[in-house]
């Protein structure tokens, strides 16, 4: 994983999405649960694209959470596919945040997720090889 830094990964988000006062803990700021959601998300939508079909999170490792994030703020999960096994796959997510009113920018979030590739009856399958 890397150190937070003020600049986001190339590319296209997985998702964008701005965090809203629902999505708030008691103290007012963006309830980690609610980030965290929004990331395996983002990983799940790597997973399915990848095994072209359902896949189910097995795990999360390595969550680390650097900065809050505020209601109002522009939330963009970037998520990278590190390595596919039989029927696994490891995903690495970023998630950074832009103030409404600003471009600055900030890694919040960052953490690994492993999904299985299931079939209809929810049991591991094979991950088909790249297209």
Do not use: C
């Not at 109002?72 to 696994?88: I, K, W």
């Not at 997720?113 to 929810?122: G, K, L, P, Q």
């Amino acid at each position: 994983m890397h150190p937070p830094s003020a600049q986001m990964p190339d590319g296209m988000p997985v998702i964008r999405t701005i965090a809203m006062p629902a999505d708030t803990n008691p103290a007012g700021d963006i309830f980690g649960g609610w980030l965290m959601s929004q990331m395996d998300l983002a990983a799940g939508n790597v997973a399915a694209r990848r095994s072209r079909g359902r896949a189910a999170t097995i795990a999360v490792e390595a969550i680390t959470f650097h900065s809050p994030v505020y209601v109002g703020d522009e939330v963009s999960l970037f998520a990278t596919l590190l390595s596919v096994g039989r029927t696994s796959m490891r995903i690495e997510v970023e998630a950074w945040r832009r103030a409404r009113e600003g471009e600055e920018t900030h890694k919040v979030t960052e953490a690994i997720f492993t999904f299985v590739a299931i079939d209809a009856d929810r049991k591991a399958r094979p991950v088909p090889p790249e297209l």
